[in-house]
Structures are given as structure tokens and as C-alpha cells.
């Protein structure tokens, strides 16, 4: 086991056990402020452990495969729309359900270093990410626009670019991930969506 899974696989399933927090950022209370809004969403998907799990495997599987950011971001612009819609009133039927799952899948792929087409690669991050922002949009119920657009702006920053850092530096030094480091860290992975879809059923 590398050193490179235990700083990033054990600290979310360190999280799993408070996956409540994940839908209160602020404490509770709605983003009222510009300031809120950008600190509610680069907290939001930090603090959560399914979303920060899944935002591992993404980064680990672009370095992984070598994607570059295309999809990475893809998945990114999709969970800001699904924010967006949620705020404006549309959701998807079972939203934590389908987030536990994705994590649940991201998990296993990078476990088993699955080699799908591009285009099913597209496909999933796009619906994982509909899924994930349905979920952040949660904390933003009932807030103003100026609030939600900070938020959204935070969510961009501190998905996008946790997602590329890991990405790069996984494309940079294949050899800290060498082994079975990666299938290690999406066995992690894969259990923090079991734990999520437990405490749904729980």
C-alpha cells in the first residue's frame, strides 16, 4: 500500500461516518452573502465524503488513462447544472441513492481498471455529475441568486481543481500509483458509497 492511498483513500472513508454534514456547509443555515455562497460551495464537496470519494477516483482515473480534463470538467459543468435546476425547482427522483451508487461504480471501475469506450466514460461522468449537484443544491434551497452564483463558483473551483491537480500528478509520476495502489483506492471508494447506501437504507 503506497503512501499516495493512504493520503487519499483513508481520509474518505475516515469521513464516511458523517455524511450528514455533506448537506450543511454553513451549519444549517442558507447561504445569504456572496461570501457564504463561495464558502458553502468549496466546503460542500470537501466535507462530504461520497462526493469527495468520487472526485478521487475521477482524478485517479483521468491521470490513470491519461484523459486530460475534458471529461473531468464535463462532469464538473454537470453538476453545476444539476445546482441549477434543483434551485429552480427540478429534481431527480432518489438523489442520495443515486450519488452512493455513482461512488459505488467509480469505486469499482478504478478497481478494476475497466477500459470503456469514451463515449460511456462521457455518458456516466455527465450523469454522476447531474446527480452529485442535485445533491449540492440541497444547501441552496431558498437562497437568492447572488448567493447561488457564489456557490456555484465555489463548487467549479474546488471540484475542477482537485479533480486536475490529481489528475496531473498522477499522469506526471505513474510510479507513485504503481501496483495495486489504484485498485486499492477504488476498493476504498467503492466502500464509501456501500456505507452511504447503508445509512440511506438505515
Known amino acids: 500500500m503506497t503512501s499516495l492511498f493512504r493520503r487519499l483513500a483513508l481520509p474518505a472513508l475516515l469521513l464516511a461516518p458523517i455524511p450528514a454534514l455533506a448537506h450543511h456547509p454553513m451549519g444549517g443555515a442558507v447561504p445569504s452573502t456572496f461570501w457564504h455562497g463561495i464558502a458553502s460551495g468549496v466546503a460542500h464537496p470537501v466535507i462530504g465524503a461520497d462526493h469527495l470519494a468520487f472526485l478521487l477516483a475521477v482524478g485517479l482515473l483521468a491521470g490513470l488513462a491519461g484523459w486530460g480534463l475534458a471529461r473531468p ?13 434543483g434551485w429552480l425547482g427540478f429534481w431527480l427522483p432518489g438523489v442520495e441513492v443515486l450519488v452512493a451508487a455513482t461512488v459505488v461504480l467509480a469505486g469499482l471501475l478504478l478497481a478494476l481498471r475497466a477500459a470503456l469506450p469514451a463515449a460511456a466514460w462521457s455518458v456516466l461522468l455527465a450523469l454522476a455529475g447531474l446527480a452529485h449537484g442535485q445533491a449540492y443544491a440541497e444547501a441552496m434551497i431558498g437562497a437568492e441568486a447572488t448567493p447561488v452564483l457564489a456557490y456555484l463558483l465555489g463548487l467549479a473551483l474546488v471540484q475542477g481543481g482537485l479533480v486536475a491537480a490529481l489528475a496531473w500528478a498522477v499522469h506526471r509520476a505513474p510510479a507513485l500509483v504503481g501496483g495495486m495502489a489504484p485498485r486499492l483506492a477504488g476498493m476504498a471508494v467503492a466502500a ?10 438505515g
Open 73 to 85: 470538467l464535463a462532469f464538473v459543468a454537470a453538476s453545476l447544472a444539476g445546482v441549477a435546476a
Open 192 to 201: 464509501v458509497g456501500v456505507v452511504a447506501l447503508v445509512g440511506l437504507a
